[in-house]
């Protein structure tokens, strides 16, 4: 389980204690994407807890589509998506209550031929 954080201040010791997956740096401060256990260990604030669906293809930077088909897909079955697109695979982040429904909904994906 994991949720997204947010840090006004901060320092890379903290940052190394809090284990983030993932960083952003936005004007209002930095968000973080951290397990839910740390981030109840360490009293930071989040609004919804998450699961990460980790898209097993190599996916370039540059390509075109997959984030969309993913989308549209999750849009369909009523599930509200993040993606974070990483060096080499894209991970989708759901609300835990609709995991199972994710993994069925992107499971038809791949049956349509779509490599995920």
Do not use: M, R, W
Not at 21 to 39: D, M, R, Y
Not at 41 to 65: E, K, M, P, R, W
């Amino acid at each position: 389980e994991y949720v997204f954080g947010t840090l006004e201040d901060y320092d890379f010791t903290q940052l190394a204690n809090l284990q983030p997956i993932s960083t952003f740096k936005e004007k209002e401060g930095l968000t973080v994407i951290i397990s839910k256990v740390k981030a109840d260990q360490l009293n930071i604030g989040y609004s919804g807890i998450f699961q990460c669906i980790t898209l097993n293809v190599h996916s370039s930077l540059d390509a075109v589509g997959l984030t969309a088909a993913v989308a549209t897909k999750l849009t369909q079955a009523n599930i509200s998506a993040n993606v974070v697109a990483a060096y080499y695979h894209d991970h989708v982040f759901v609300a835990v209550k609709d995991a199972d429904k994710a993994l069925a909904a992107l499971a038809e994906l791949t049956q349509q031929g779509i490599e995920l």
